[in-house]
């Protein structure tokens, strides 16, 4: 074959996996090309809350925390029920805490301990998070690690439209389509880091046809490309009907409304100023819940101590300064600002607090932390499809198996574009499990390539 470039590694999508991926790659010595779609270094991983799950760092112990991947992985099965992969869930656990002590250490990323909240699955604080609570500001610093690097080159406005494949099936490059026409680049390994089919609506339809019709609140460019290259290599796909969803993004500015105001003691009603179940399990699931109800709406209800709690999050923060939250001294001034009936909000309220004294509701909530107190505040919130959670299957060196559940040669997978650890339902997506498989499998993958050419 005729090459227009020959690297060690080529990555496809320069989000969080795929930046990771090179980095971790460059560090063991490799030269690598990324390869982006379009001509921003964005992809989900800049819309995230920029929260990370890993266990048993140091930035745990200094707080005291007793964590361990062991019981991080606990927790996953947990929330999904045994259904992911027990070998590979345990290895990105094992993976998650050196790879954020790497992240800080070798890379210079400031993250610290997220402990305003606990978020819905996790047995101990274990979120590590930039200053700013957000997945932009976690996106830039990786960005800015990578232009230092002499031997990774990143092409924007570049999407990979095949994967080339030698006389025996083993993975010999990509083709790329870029604005000085197409390109052929040789590489010993490709690493699939183009995310999931969250913005592709034929594929949704065939998954996840529940969420077809619902707000999609990811990344437009993330069409499910390499899990239809994989498909058509004869690569295992799994868990294609699981997906992060969300219960609460802002009707009025879309922007996210973190179910930190749920774990902070919040909750949400539907348009009869009514609870309709236990919003501490998760998010993502609460959002079938919220499509159940009258205009597919709901209103999230919290008060002034909940609400102070969430300004270090900078979506929560943005949606405060841009005045998109109702705030009313009574639960009837509130329900008049959301339009809702009065009486109905009220008496919603005081059973609310009558749990929070009981310890809990009529729907099995049991997390309590407070009783709600004037000024209450309020916002309408819709549901929301963040991103899919099924994808190509892996082995614990993030490699990319056939249908025999045998590695096809030289080709990886992580984040989006390979299955998670959610199992196959969105119940069993637990908070930062996005981030988890796209870092974790990304890191696992780069340097399992490198040290393999
Ligand atoms: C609002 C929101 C908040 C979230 N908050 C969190 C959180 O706090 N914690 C958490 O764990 N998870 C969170 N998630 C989930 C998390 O953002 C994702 O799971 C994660 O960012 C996925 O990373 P990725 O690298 O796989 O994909 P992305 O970051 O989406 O990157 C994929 C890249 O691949 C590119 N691409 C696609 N196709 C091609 C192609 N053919 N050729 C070249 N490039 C291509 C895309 O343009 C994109 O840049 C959140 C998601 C959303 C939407």
């Known amino acids: 074959m005729n090459w227009d470039a020959e690297v060690d590694i080529a990555v496809v999508g320069a989000g969080g996996c795929g930046l990771v991926a090179a980095l971790a790659a460059s560090d063991q010595g490799a030269e690598v090309v990324i390869l982006e779609k379009t001509e921003h270094v964005l992809g989900n991983t800049a819309s995230s809350a920029g929260m990370i799950q890993a266990a048993g760092t140091r930035f745990q112990r200094e ?29 990105v656990c094992r993976a998650s805490g050196p790879m954020v002590e790497w992240m800080v250490d070798k890379l210079g990323i400031e993250l610290s301990l997220f402990t305003e909240f606990k978020w819905p699955g996790h047995s101990h604080h274990r979120m590590h998070a930039p200053k700013s609570r957000s997945g932009l500001e976690l996106i830039n610093q990786l960005r800015r690690e990578v232009a230092k690097r002499e031997d990774i080159y990143l092409m924007l406005k570049s999407p990979v439209t095949r994967l080339l494949t030698g006389g025996d099936g083993q993975i010999i490059g990509v083709e790329t389509s870029t604005p000085d026409g197409i ?24 998954y996840i046809p529940e969420m077809a019709e619902v707000l999609y609140f990811g990344y437009e460019a993330n ?29 009025s500015h879309g922007i996210l409304v973190t179910w930190g105001g749920v774990m902070s003691g919040g909750f949400l009603v539907n348009q009869l100023g009514k609870r309709f179940g236990d919003e501490s399990e998760g998010y993502s699931e609460y959002a079938l819940e919220v499509m159940k109800q009258p205009g597919r709406i709901a209103n999230y209800i919290m008060d002034e101590e909940i609400h102070q709690n969430l300004l270090s999050i900078e979506d929560y923060k943005n949606l405060a300064q841009l005045h998109g939250l109702k705030i009313a001294d009574t639960p009837e001034g509130l329900a008049q600002k959301l339009g ?33 107190k004037p000024p209450f505040y309020g916002v309408k919130v819709e549901p929301a499809l963040f991103h899919t959670q099924g994808g190509l299957k892996i082995n614990v060196n993030a490699q990319v198996l056939n249908t025999k559940g045998e590695p096809i040669p030289n080709l990886y997978a992580g984040g989006g574009a390979a299955v998670g650890v959610s199992g196959r339902k969105p119940k069993g997506y637990m908070s930062g499990n996005g981030l988890l498989a796209a870092l974790g499998f990304g890191f696992i993958a780069g340097r399992h390539a490198a040290e393999n050419l």
């Open 63 to 91: 707080l005291g925390i007793d964590d361990s991947p062991e019981q991080m992985a606990k927790d996953i099965f947990h929330k999904n029920g045994h259904e992911s992969d027990p070998e590979l869930t345990l290895a």
């Open 183 to 206: 390109q052929r680049i040789g590489a010993k390994k490709v690493i699939l880091a183009s995310n999931g089919f969250g913005g592709n609506k034929e594929m949704v339809q065939q």
């Open 223 to 251: 069409t499910g490309d390499a899990i239809k290259w994989g498909l058509e290599l004869g690569a295992q796909v799994e868990n294609m009907t699981c997906f992060q969803g969300h219960a609460s993004v802002a009707s």
């Open 340 to 372: 809702l009936p009065e009486a109905g909000l009220a008496a919603t309220i005081e059973q609310f607090n009558q749990a929070v004294q009981d310890g809990q509701d009529s729907f099995g909530r049991t997390w309590f932390p407070k009783k709600l």
